[in-house]
């Protein structure tokens, strides 16, 4: 079974940056995101990835975060730049279109 481990969160205030890893357990043959669950609200994808290295955000990350992966280490990054409060949330990697079980997921806040 597939199991993904999130790490890299933080603390941070706001305009400052922060990398995040996700190393997955298994080949990652296939289109991988990040997604992001703020308090209160339903978890959104945010940056996904295909196995080329083709690459689309949301609106509201568009310019400030930057999806990458690493295919031999089975591990996909997100930098994120500029981080605002509304960043704020735990933030999740999976497959995108056919998700497996969720890891644990790294808790980012950003303060203002």
């Known amino acids: 079974q597939v199991q993904l481990v999130e790490s890299g969160g933080g603390l941070v205030q706001a305009g400052g940056s922060l990398r995040l890893s996700c190393a997955v357990s298994?080949?990652?043959?296939?289109?991988m995101g990040w997604y992001r669950q703020a308090p209160g609200k339903q978890r959104e994808l945010v940056a996904h990835i295909s196995y080329g290295g083709n690459k689309n955000y949301a609106d509201s990350v568009k310019g400030r975060f930057i999806i990458s992966r690493d295919n031999a280490k089975n591990t996909v990054y997100l930098q994120m730049n500029s981080l605002k409060p509304e960043d704020t949330g735990v933030y999740y990697c999976?497959?995108?279109?056919?998700?497996?079980?969720w890891g644990q997921g790294t808790q980012v806040t950003v303060s203002s």
């Open positions: 999976n497959f995108v279109g056919r998700t497996v079980k």
């Open positions: 298994g080949s990652i043959f296939s289109t």
